[in-house]
């Protein structure tokens, strides 16, 4: 809420997105993406990852590997079956990646949220 009950500004909102981007490929990798890398990294599996956000396998799949391809090295390493089964698992690289991210997301986040609150009080106090 962006200020208080009744007036103007009460149901504005603000959303924002952090994402790398390569400027020749145009590639992308975003809050979606680094949320799955997560959900690998936590669970092991790329199909448990997947359903947690709601994405089909081989839609998560495919976005690895264009992120792979993009940012220039492997971000997953996918283990197949065996007696015990497969699993997927980041790469040091990724791992690496991925909490930079949530770092670099954090640091926003608490900017972000002080700029906004000034930017409302600053609305509001006027209307």
Same mark, same amino acid.
């Given at each position: 809420?962006?200020?208080?009950?009744?007036?103007?500004?009460?149901?504005?909102?603000?959303?924002?997105?952090?994402?790398?981007?390569?400027?020749?490929?145009?590639?992308?990798?975003?809050? %979606? +993406? /680094?949320?799955?890398?997560? &959900?690998?990294?936590?669970? =092991?599996?790329? !199909? @448990?990852?997947? *359903?947690?956000?709601?994405?089909?396998?081989?839609?998560?799949?495919?976005?690895?590997?264009?992120?792979?391809?993009?940012?220039?090295? %492997? +971000? /997953?390493?996918?283990?197949? &079956?065996?007696?015990?089964? =497969?699993?997927? !698992? @980041?790469?040091? *690289?990724?791992?690496?990646?991925?909490?930079?991210?949530?770092?670099?997301?954090?640091?926003?986040?608490?900017?972000?949220?002080?700029?906004?609150?000034?930017?409302?009080?600053?609305?509001?106090?006027?209307?």
């Amino acid at each position: 809420m962006a200020g208080p009950q009744g007036s103007k500004y009460y149901n504005v909102f603000l959303e924002y997105g952090v994402y790398l981007t390569n400027r020749e490929s145009g590639g992308r990798l975003d809050d %979606a +993406l /680094v949320q799955l890398l997560s &959900g690998i990294h936590q669970t =092991g599996s790329l !199909r @448990l990852a997947a *359903d947690s956000t709601g994405i089909s396998y081989r839609k998560a799949w495919g976005d690895i590997r264009k992120a792979e391809k993009f940012i220039g090295f %492997a +971000l /997953v390493e996918k283990i197949r &079956g065996g007696k015990d089964g =497969g699993f997927s !698992r @980041l790469t040091s *690289d990724g791992a690496d990646l991925v909490a930079a991210f949530h770092h670099l997301h954090q640091e926003f986040d608490a900017a972000i949220h002080r700029t906004t609150k000034e930017f409302f009080h600053d609305l509001n106090k006027n209307g």
